[in-house]
């Protein structure tokens, strides 16, 4: 499986749209939203990784149990393709981002918390079957 994320930099926020495609047919097997802290120049923990390849596999942790990782992200690690809700704004129950340079997946931005900025809903059901669609993983770009 081959994927893209077309991104919209805003100044907290960086807004995507993920798209996968199937390499043998080239046809479109799946589409949702992407959430990213905003491009701060490929900081650790407050930025949006660069644009460019990557190749995206299966991972599991304590803390998500079923997720993506990227490889090979120019002086970052642990980059992942997780569920959460809040990039740039802070989770009202844990009072923290639920990202620190990861992406986040969904079906669509509202504003769940009242604050201005746009959260992503949806997301452990969009991360499941992007799961069941790639389980292996994926080669990504990324780009605007």
């Given at each position: 499986?081959?994927?893209?994320?077309?991104?919209?930099?805003?100044?907290?926020?960086?807004?995507?749209s993920l798209i996968?495609?199937?390499?043998?047919?080239?046809?479109?097997?799946?589409?949702?939203?992407?959430?990213?802290?905003?491009?701060?120049?490929?900081?650790?923990?407050?930025?949006?990784?660069?644009?460019?390849?990557?190749?995206?596999?299966?991972?599991?942790?304590?803390?998500?149990?079923?997720?993506?990782?990227?490889?090979?992200?120019?002086?970052?690690?642990?980059?992942?393709?997780?569920?959460?809700?809040?990039?740039?704004?802070?989770?009202?129950?844990?009072?923290?981002?639920?990202?620190?340079?990861?992406?986040?997946?969904?079906?669509?931005?509202?504003?769940?918390?009242?604050?201005?900025?746009?959260d992503i809903t949806?997301?452990?059901?969009?991360?499941?079957?992007?799961?069941?669609?790639?389980?292996?993983?994926?080669?990504?770009?990324?780009?605007?």
């Amino acid at each position: 499986m081959r994927a893209t994320i077309c991104r919209e930099y805003y100044e907290k926020q960086t807004h995507g749209s993920l798209i996968v495609t199937d390499e043998e047919t080239g046809k479109e097997v799946f589409k949702c939203r992407t959430l990213e802290l905003p491009n701060l120049g490929n900081q650790r923990n407050v930025s949006c990784i660069p644009e460019g390849h990557y190749d995206v596999d299966y991972r599991s942790s304590d803390k998500y149990p079923k997720h993506f990782i990227l490889n090979d992200v120019p002086n970052r690690s642990y980059i992942l393709i997780h569920q959460g809700n809040y990039a740039g704004s802070m989770n009202p129950k844990s009072g923290k981002s639920d990202i620190r340079g990861c992406i986040l997946v969904g079906r669509s931005f509202v504003d769940l918390d009242g604050d201005g900025l746009a959260d992503i809903t949806s997301s452990k059901a969009t991360l499941n079957k992007l799961l069941e669609i790639a389980p292996d993983g994926f080669i990504l770009e990324v780009k605007q």
